[in-house]
Structures are given as structure tokens and as C-alpha cells.
């Protein structure tokens, strides 16, 4: 069965430092997004990417973040200049539809990022 | 801000009993998507709702999405010790952007 893959599972990072979280959606999958959990709190939307752009972002989604679709089969979140606070599972997740009610968001295992 | 709500946070129950977790918010959402999460993995998409009032049925699991499109419930029947897990609300607008709710932490003893 067809599924989303994420790298690195775990990832420890000092503050300041970069770091990118790496997707592989699912192949014939149009809409790419990445989510985040710390712990202990809600899964909290970030981004959506759809033909090499931006689609939708929240206001967690700053300039310390980017989403990249190196080469047409990854799909990338770089953080830069991590900070604590960035230490969360992050989920990446692709669709092949757009809209929540005719299409499913499959989820990756998510990359878990601890920041010291 | 859309906010959803989901009560309880936690439920213990023994196997064989009934349990309903609840999803609310004051907004409007176009659909609402019921997940389970296992530990250490993603959510999985266990159904979608998108007319109000409409109720769907897998197996022992009865959701159903309020008249006004802002609730949802989730009923399990009969509850089984492989119904452990944390289940998630989550609604959706225009777009494919999901709003969760806080889970719900099912636990079932047998």
C-alpha cells in the first residue's frame, strides 16, 4: 500500500542550528502539506504546497521556515535558525484531490525534532 | 481563529461498554474527518462527514455530523481492548487545511 515516508525519524539539533525535514509524498499525489504536534498539544497546520507554490500557510509559518519540492519527489521543510520551541513531531501529509471533503490526507510518521 | 473542542480528553472504560466522544466549535466547517493516531505514527483517516445531519457507520464506530456542521460525535459500541488509541477531530474549509481538536486518549480494558 501506497504510503507517505518521512526522514529522519528523529532529529536533535542545537538551537540556533538548521535543519530540513525530508518527505517523500505518495506518487501520483498533487497536494503536499506539513503539520506539526509538540507534545502534549493539538496537530497544528503549516503549510500546503501545490504545483511548486505555496498554496496556504499559518501564522506559525514564518520566515524561519520554507517548503521546497527539490526534485520532484521529495518535498522539503527547512527551519532555519531552530529555537526551542521548534521542538515538535512534525508530519508531512499529501493528498490528490484539493478540499478536506472529497479527498484524504495521508500521513507520514512524522520526524520528531527535540531542540537543546 | 477556528478552535475545536473534544471531550473527553481521556476515557477508561471496560470492554463491552459504550462510550460517545464529542467534537464541538462555533464555526462552520465544510467537512469533518474523524483520525486515529497509534503512538510513534501519523493519524489514519477512519471517515469523513460533509452534509449536516449525516450519519456514517464502520462496524462498531457511528459518526455523525451536527445539523448546522459545527459538531460531530463519534459512538463506539460495545467498545473492544483494540479500540485503544487517540482519536482526533479535525474540520475542514475551503482548501485543504484541517483544524484539529485536542484528542480524544481511549483506553479499554478488558
Known amino acids: 500500500e501506497p504510503e507517505v515516508t518521512q526522514t529522519p525519524s528523529h532529529q536533535v539539533t542545537q538551537m540556533g542550528q538548521e535543519v530540513i525535514l525530508r518527505c517523500v509524498p505518495i506518487?501520483?499525489?498533487?497536494?503536499f502539506y506539513w503539520y506539526r504536534q509538540i507534545l502534549g498539544q493539538k496537530v497544528e497546520f503549516l503549510v500546503s504546497?501545490?504545483?511548486?507554490?505555496?498554496?496556504?500557510k499559518s501564522e506559525i509559518f514564518d520566515d524561519q521556515f520554507s517548503v521546497e519540492r527539490p526534485d520532484g519527489s521529495n518535498f522539503t521543510l527547512k527551519i532555519r535558525s531552530t529555537k526551542l520551541e521548534d521542538s515538535a513531531m512534525y508530519f508531512c501529509?499529501?493528498?490528490?484531490?484539493?478540499?478536506?471533503?472529497?479527498?484524504?490526507?495521508?500521513f507520514g510518521e512524522g520526524s520528531r525534532l527535540t531542540v537543546l | 481563529t477556528q478552535l475545536l473542542e473534544q471531550s473527553p480528553q481521556f476515557l477508561s472504560i471496560q470492554e463491552g461498554e459504550n462510550l460517545t466522544v464529542y467534537c464541538n466549535s462555533s464555526s462552520v466547517f465544510s467537512s469533518l474527518q474523524w483520525y486515529r493516531q497509534e503512538p510513534g505514527e501519523g493519524p489514519v483517516l477512519l471517515v469523513t462527514?460533509?452534509?449536516?445531519?449525516e450519519v456514517k457507520k464502520l462496524k462498531r464506530l457511528t459518526f455523525q455530523f451536527g445539523d448546522a456542521r459545527k459538531d460531530s460525535s463519534l459512538h463506539i459500541t460495545a467498545a473492544q481492548p483494540g479500540d485503544t488509541g487517540l482519536y482526533l477531530c479535525a474540520g475542514g474549509n475551503a482548501g485543504n487545511m484541517l483544524t484539529f481538536g485536542g484528542g480524544t486518549r481511549l483506553m479499554v480494558k478488558p
Open positions: 506518487s501520483n499525489h498533487l497536494y
Open positions: 504546497f501545490y504545483n511548486n507554490e505555496i498554496s496556504e
Open positions: 462527514v460533509v452534509t449536516g445531519g
Open positions: 501529509a499529501s493528498s490528490d484531490r484539493q478540499g478536506t471533503d472529497t479527498g484524504e490526507l495521508f
